[in-house]
């Protein structure tokens, strides 16, 4: 049974939330405890781990909670409210990206006694349990951005103060602290296995692209000459990747008005290892300035500039390519989609890589990548392996979609939730846990 809302309510007097219930009050977060904003250091300050203290930053805010992969210590003097405490909270006040600022995390256990950076600000508070929550809320995220400018993306003490928020008696903050720590605890743990299961396909992705281009499984092997794919079936070729494309050559003029409306592929189009195109623009709309290449449909698109990103498409339309990019044309006796494959495959990736880190800015050029020696399988054997993969990576990407789809529900479930219990309009005080499936049903 989905649980109730309280027997009576009272309108809240503020214009973005109609009422609470007639029991609760509205106050300003000031009235509630202080806002620090945090420490300025010099980088000259920054020092080893075993020199310093910690400085946490809005980096170290990831999904909620509190993460020390990636930490900074200095050496200065640090005021003494600026040393964390057990159940602050953190938040990130300032960020170039918008979408980050409001962040929040709970200060706990190894963060303690740690310190925290000018670009974040720590609410300190007895009532943090509760206002946990709150922070984690759309009724924070909301009142928030009303306050960030087109020009500044950062949320001021003084905006923080100003933040009005329902607070009901304290026992009842307990009872819905509890309720949401048991509660999104739990969709946390299903969110997490989910996120297992879509990192377990893509590992299946790549070990069957693998499995496939190299002609593993297939017996009666003979050496290849590659560390990068030692072995491969004995009556297929090894040879230099000159032999199975043609590389365009000749940039269209970047001032010629023809090409204005025709679609530009950059690297930022192109999803890192599975060929996805994620969007067009045409080379209008990216103002494009640098030279560019022609590419025709049937055309792979791949880019030269940190190869161990894996970003290499199909063109199934005549289109444009930056200069971070080469066309590439098969030649006779290539099926493009097994070329595709195999460029998407680690070990043709790391060939790649490593050949590019011979130069100051990993790059791999022309005579390089020409250079490189491939597999190359008769040309009906090409196809045959296209059509398998082409088969089961949609049989994963569709799977791994829908796992994706399933996490992203389940956290607007849970920001649903959190954004339910903190302003009243469902009463957790009689709940029992096996109604939680059912709450937003």
């Given at each position: 049974m989905k649980p109730a809302g309280y027997s009576v309510y009272r309108s809240s007097g503020l214009d973005w939330m109609k009422e609470i219930p007639a029991h609760w009050e509205v106050k300003k977060l000031r009235y509630l405890g202080d806002a620090l904003i945090g420490l300025t250091y010099d980088p000259a300050d920054v020092v080893s781990e075993d020199q310093g203290t910690l400085v946490l930053r809005s980096s170290n805010i990831q999904n909620g909670r509190i993460t020390l992969d990636d930490n900074v210590y200095v050496s200065t003097k640090i005021p003494a409210e600026l040393i964390s405490r057990d159940n602050d909270i953190l938040i990130c006040s300032r960020n170039g990206s918008r979408a980050l600022v409001g962040k929040t995390a709970k200060i706990e256990g190894p963060a303690v006694g740690s310190s925290f950076g000018a670009f974040t600000t720590v609410f300190r508070s007895e009532l943090n349990d509760f206002l946990y929550y709150v922070f984690n809320s759309q009724l924070f995220t909301f009142q928030a951005g009303r306050f960030m400018t087109t020009t500044i993306n950062q949320i001021t003490t003084g905006t923080l103060k100003d933040l009005e928020v329902p607070v009901p008696p304290v026992q009842e903050q307990r009872a819905i602290a509890d309720f949401l720590a048991r509660e999104t605890g739990r969709i946390d743990e299903l969110v997490r296995a989910k996120e297992n299961l879509v990192l377990a396909l893509d590992d299946r992705r790549v070990s069957t692209i693998a499995e496939q281009v190299f002609g593993e499984r297939l017996g009666h092997y003979r050496d290849s000459g590659s560390r990068y794919f030692p072995n491969v079936p004995a009556h297929w070729d090894v040879v230099a990747f000159r032999r199975c494309v043609t590389i365009s050559?000749?940039?269209?003029?970047?001032?010629?008005?023809?090409?204005?409306?025709?679609?530009?592929?950059?690297?930022?189009?192109?999803?890192?290892?599975?060929?996805?195109?994620?969007?067009?623009?045409?080379?209008?709309?990216?103002?494009?300035?640098?030279?560019?290449?022609?590419?025709?449909?049937?055309?792979?698109?791949?880019?030269?500039?940190r190869p161990a990103l894996n970003k290499v498409c199909l063109a199934t339309f005549d289109c444009l390519c930056s200069a971070d990019m080469y066309a590439l044309s098969p030649k006779e006796g290539m099926s493009v989609e097994y070329l595709l494959y195999l460029?998407?495959?680690?070990?043709?990736?790391?060939?790649?890589?490593?050949?590019?880190?011979r130069v100051a800015m990993p790059k791999v050029n022309r005579p390089t990548l020409l250079s490189i020696r491939i597999p190359r399988p008769p040309l009906s054997e090409q196809e045959q392996i296209a059509a398998r993969l082409r088969d089961e990576l949609g049989r994963l990407a569709t799977l791994s979609q829908k796992t994706k789809l399933s996490i992203e529900k389940l956290r607007e479930y849970r920001s649903a939730l959190i954004s339910a219990a903190v302003t009243g309009q469902i009463d957790v005080r009689t709940h029992h846990p096996q109604e939680a499936a059912v709450l937003c049903q």
């Open positions: 050559e000749g940039q269209v003029d970047p001032e010629d008005p023809t090409y204005k409306d025709v679609v530009l592929i950059a690297p930022n189009h192109i999803e890192s290892g599975t060929g996805r195109i994620l969007s067009t623009e045409t080379a209008d709309e990216q103002a494009a300035i640098s030279g560019k290449y022609r590419v025709r449909a049937g055309d792979l698109i791949y880019s030269k500039i460029m998407l495959s680690r070990p043709f990736v790391q060939l790649v890589a490593d050949e590019s880190m």
